[in-house]
């Protein structure tokens, strides 16, 4: 497991804002379903029926509008995670989130969650994604994250290779931090996530193997995420990074409640924005410079 070293504990955020909050969306229409159903052996991507196709496809041709609707209502940038395989398939909607100004990032290609995929494999994986993205949007994505958060033993030192800026995929803590190499900092940061803030934890019902069945209210979850803010708010230094997907969150009801509450972030000293852009700013507070990079 990669070790955390001191790079945003106790830090400032930018014009006396008391949290850096980003709105996170993992933009994986069906290909969610696809690696649910790898991980039971009598089921494959070939087997998953059309109800468990058409959940995914929720994302793509409804949810996704809502959630652009909500960013652009509240002028808000946001960070969208695409697999290669979605790049692919919705193009259209992924210029779509690009032209509106959102940050496109990597999130595999197929949004394969075993651990152990060979480092070969993954490095094409990478390679293919990012010329998706690049070809779609312009630029070459700087930021990642780990299907199903899986990270992989090499995962730190192929992205630090690369150039990525960041990437948000373990649950180490509540701050953003440098990752390491031989004891000493790297220009690689971590947004650290957790369970409790993704909205698949409380949203995500099949009927299909392998089993999840959650369906909360939404007074339930916005008050789960606002008693979360207002802890780490308070605390001054901490960021909460809200991992939303717009086949679950896009539901109409939904957007609504998370609309609410980012008014009142807003209104409690959040400064919300797009995973790239809090990773360059914790990175210029540690003396890095982010070079070229376009945001």
Request: hydrophobic share 35%.
């Amino acid at each position: 497991m990669p070790k955390q070293t001191n790079g945003g504990e106790g830090l400032k955020w930018p014009n006396g804002k008391r949290i850096a909050v980003m709105l996170s969306f993992d933009f994986d229409a069906e290909s969610l379903h696809f690696s649910r159903f790898n991980q039971t052996p009598s089921c494959s991507r070939e087997t998953i029926s059309f109800a468990d196709y058409s959940r995914g496809r929720y994302g793509p041709d409804e949810g996704l509008r809502r959630c652009l609707d909500l960013l652009r209502a509240r002028q808000l940038r946001a960070t969208f995670f695409v697999p290669g395989y979605v790049a692919e398939t919705y193009p259209d909607q992924v210029r779509e989130i690009a032209s509106a100004g959102h940050e496109l990032a990597y999130h595999g290609y197929l949004h394969d969650t075993r651990l152990g995929i060979p480092e070969a494999e993954e490095l094409a994986n990478m390679e293919i994604s990012e010329t998706l993205l690049e070809r779609l949007c312009g630029r070459r994505p700087c930021g990642h994250r780990a299907p199903g958060s899986v990270m992989q033993t090499y995962t730190v030192e192929m992205l630090a290779a690369r150039g990525y800026l960041y990437s948000s995929s373990l649950k180490t803590c509540d701050w953003a931090y440098l990752h390491q190499r031989n004891g000493q900092k790297i220009p690689l940061v971590e947004l650290p996530s957790d369970y409790c803030l993704d909205d698949y934890t409380y949203y995500f019902y099949t009927l299909s193997e392998p089993y999840h069945r959650s369906l909360y209210n939404n007074r339930y979850v916005r008050e789960i995420w606002r008693d979360e803010f207002d802890g780490l708010a308070a605390e001054g230094d901490k960021i909460m990074c809200l991992k939303l997907h717009p086949e679950l969150i896009g539901r109409a009801s939904r957007i609504r409640m998370l609309g609410e509450l980012v008014d009142y972030m807003q209104e409690q000293g959040a400064w919300i924005g797009a995973c790239a852009d809090v990773a360059a700013y914790v990175l210029r507070e540690n003396g890095f410079s982010i070079g070229e990079v376009s945001l």
